[in-house]
């Protein structure tokens, strides 16, 4: 214990970083292993430690032995989110391209005759980190008519411009119509949750196993908005930080049926996770913490967005000695997991839009010379995301996920893993797309100061991967 307390910040810090960006729900994460790059369709593995996340009760049919697996990936990713000619600034797109090299993955399995232990430390939720060196559309917005309406104080004329086209008693909204940025808006976006769990199996017989494991999830998203000027006049001030933290503990229960030698079914669930985010205003130079406030986060105000029930199955069949076709499915419960989110007046609103997410793909592995392993696989991520819980800081494209790699057996005990993956984002839309609708307004001293508008956007995603990993069998 006094060694995970240890390594539970350095983890923490290490998975803030990094840049998990697969899913097939708004915070799933399913990239969890060396193994699943290079085939995505492991639920109903029993030849890898990994089993011990993807198909827990196979973990009682791996061979005996004490088995310790760690893998990394490295991740190439590109985000960026393009506004229509309706946006009301001075802005066109927001981008990063901002790789992850660091993407740890562990996993331990004990097996023993007809039962196993495990134990693993994964990456299950989470963002990733983006650096946006242009700002988001919603942050530079609110950061422009706030300061432009007076709202930072002094510093509001280094911030914008004081440019009004029209006669000298222009209203307050041909101001904030014409007035621009005097310089540009550095954005950071991190979101990662860490979980380590614990569990077992057992078998029963040679056809029937069970598995019973409990996971603690430790959820953290920040963001941070940084105003930057060259020149004469340079500046270079933080002017927005903002953490969320939540934790939770999910149940999860598995079952392996082999009916035949050569065919193995997986099968688990995983209960809803509740979270309950504290929302922690570490800086707003706004008056009031007005801007922070209208993109809906109240300093000290909790919200519930949970990770739904999740049902994952999956089929693996040798067709020969040396070669296996899988297939694989997860359905997430959506519709039954509380989501909750602030409104510009710093209302709590129920989220009810909510759909049922789903993935489907199919793989294979063929041994093609001795003690080399050639794998692939292909699936389909449907995230069914309403356009209403869309935002710049938080979107998730549907998704095919391609991938492919090699197993080396270097030695009855050793296995290395390579894999790569390319992963291929439909654009995603959102019309009309602020936090809140055109008309909201906050009042500071006795004014009403427009916070929000409407405007269209496209999210783009684009990733590659690269990832390594090696098993050992200490017994």
């Not at 994964?122 to 530079?140: D, H, K, M, R």
């Not at 006669?167 to 380590?196: F, M, W």
């Not at 692939?376 to 998730?396: A, M, R, T």
């Amino acid at each position: 214990m006094k060694v995970f307390r240890s390594l539970f910040p350095a983890l923490l810090a290490v998975s803030l970083m990094a840049g998990n960006v697969f899913a097939s729900h708004y915070d799933y994460l399913t990239d969890l292993s060396a193994e699943w790059i290079a085939n995505p369709n492991r639920l109903a593995t029993t030849s890898g430690a990994d089993a011990a996340v993807y198909n827990p009760a196979g973990t009682a049919f791996m061979n005996n032995g004490l088995y310790f697996n760690v893998s990394n990936q490295t991740i190439l990713n590109f985000y960026s989110a393009e506004v229509a000619s309706d946006y009301p600034g001075d802005f066109k797109e927001s981008k990063s391209h901002k790789p992850s090299p660091v993407v740890p993955n562990v996993f331990l399995v004990y097996k023993q005759d007809d039962w196993s232990a495990f134990a693993m430390v994964n990456l299950i939720t989470g963002t990733g980190s983006f650096n946006y060196a242009n700002g988001l559309p919603s942050v530079n917005e609110k950061i422009r008519i706030a300061a432009t309406s007076g709202l930072y104080g002094p510093l509001s004329a280094q911030l914008v411009d004081q440019v009004i086209t029209g006669p000298a008693d222009a209203s307050a909204s041909a101001k904030i119509q014409n007035s621009r940025l005097l310089g540009t808006i550095n954005c950071e976006v991190r979101g990662a949750g860490i979980a380590p769990a614990i569990g077992g199996a057992y078998k029963f017989n040679n056809m029937f196993a069970a598995s019973l494991s409990v996971r603690y999830l430790t959820s953290i998203k920040s963001s941070k908005a940084t105003f930057v000027r060259g020149g004469k006049n340079g500046l270079d001030l933080n002017i927005l930080e903002a953490e969320m933290k939540a934790t939770g503990i999910t149940p999860v229960v598995g079952l392996n049926i082999r009916p035949a030698d050569a065919l193995n079914v997986g099968f688990s669930f995983e209960a809803p996770t509740k979270l309950e985010y504290e929302i922690d205003i570490k800086k707003d130079l706004s008056v009031n913490h007005i801007v922070s406030a209208a993109g809906g986060k109240p300093d000290g105000g909790k919200y519930r967005f949970d990770l739904p029930g999740k049902v994952n199955f999956g089929v693996e069949y040798a067709v020969t000695n040396d070669f296996k076709v899988m297939a694989s499915g997860i359905y997430y419960l959506s519709k039954w997991m509380k989501m909750e989110k602030f409104d510009s007046t710093g209302k709590k609103v129920d989220i009810d839009k909510k759909s049922h997410s789903y993935e489907i793909g199919a793989g294979f592995e063929w041994k093609f010379i001795q003690n080399v392993a050639w794998t692939g696989g292909i699936v389909w991520d449907y995230i069914n995301q309403p356009e209403e819980n869309i935002s710049d800081e938080l979107f998730k494209n549907n998704c095919l996920n391609v991938g492919t790699g090699f197993s080396i057996d270097a030695n009855d005990r050793t296995k290395f893993t390579i894999g790569f993956m390319r992963n291929f984002y439909p654009d995603l839309k959102r019309s009309n797309g602020a936090e809140a609708a055109n008309g909201s307004f906050a009042v500071v001293s006795g004014k009403s100061v427009p916070l929000t508008s409407k405007y269209d956007e496209t999210y783009h995603k684009e990733s590659w991967v690269v990832a390594v990993g090696m098993q050992y069998n200490f017994l």
